[in-house]
């Protein structure tokens, strides 16, 4: 894993940043699909934890979650609206085709939430931000003293299909609601994060990038 801000860490992986993992301190960001088990055992070597945190409940993002909370004996945080969710008690959200079969594949077992976490909550010297529409309890997290943001799928930084570099919205068909999305678009935005760090694609330092595909997507 790579340093890319003080404390924050990002996890290699293979194709790179087609699915990425922090590390805030102690604290691991998202948990891959369940197939990224020996990847990241392997980067946290004999590092501890002290939470497992999610910006969203999606199956490229909770995969390991319940294993690395079990064999680390720590808890499992996401937003109170995507908790359901993760406990089982309701599908990935939104209930298509394209996610259920994506959770066949993909998804780790259900797994109790706790803590919950609410906007304002602090995580690893993160605020927590809600940032809903790609799942209703995406959030954002984000550090004010740097202007780091860890933004999940709020954005993509790559071409999920090509894994081509580049800012898009996320996929329709893997929103809950595409409007509320670019809401929280436009709260991250007013942010003025200096690195945006995705759930696909590799860290962005670029202002001016942002702020191009802010006006291309008329925000
Ligand atoms: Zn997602
Ligand atoms: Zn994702």
Request: proline share 8%; glycine share 8%.
């Amino acid at each position: 894993m790579r340093e890319i801000a003080t404390e924050l860490w990002l996890f290699s992986g293979f194709p790179p940043n087609a699915v990425n993992v922090y590390l805030a301190a102690d604290v691991l960001i998202d948990a891959a699909t369940r197939w990224g088990k020996r990847r990241l055992l392997k980067q946290l070597g004999n590092r501890s934890l002290s939470l497992v945190a999610l910006t969203h409940v999606h199956p490229d993002h909770q995969g390991c979650a319940a294993m690395l909370c079990r064999r680390y004996q720590v808890g499992l945080a996401c937003h109170e609206a995507d908790v359901a969710t993760m406990q089982g008690e309701r599908p990935m959200q939104p209930p298509n085709a394209i996610v259920r079969t994506a959770s066949r594949f993909w998804a780790g077992p259900p797994y109790p939430v706790s803590p919950v976490l609410h906007e304002g909550d602090s995580v690893a010297g993160f605020r927590v931000i809600h940032a809903p529409g790609h799942t209703p309890g995406h959030i954002v997290l984000f550090r004010d003293q740097d202007r780091v943001a860890i933004v999940g799928d709020v954005l993509n930084g790559m071409n999920i299909f090509t894994g081509l570099p580049g800012l898009h919205l996320p996929p329709s068909v893997f929103c809950t609601d595409e409007e509320e999305n670019r809401r929280s678009v436009r709260r991250l935005a007013e942010l003025e994060p200096r690195i945006l760090c995705f759930g696909h694609g590799p860290p962005l330092r670029d202002r001016k990038a942002f702020d191009r595909f802010l006006k291309r997507i008329a925000l």
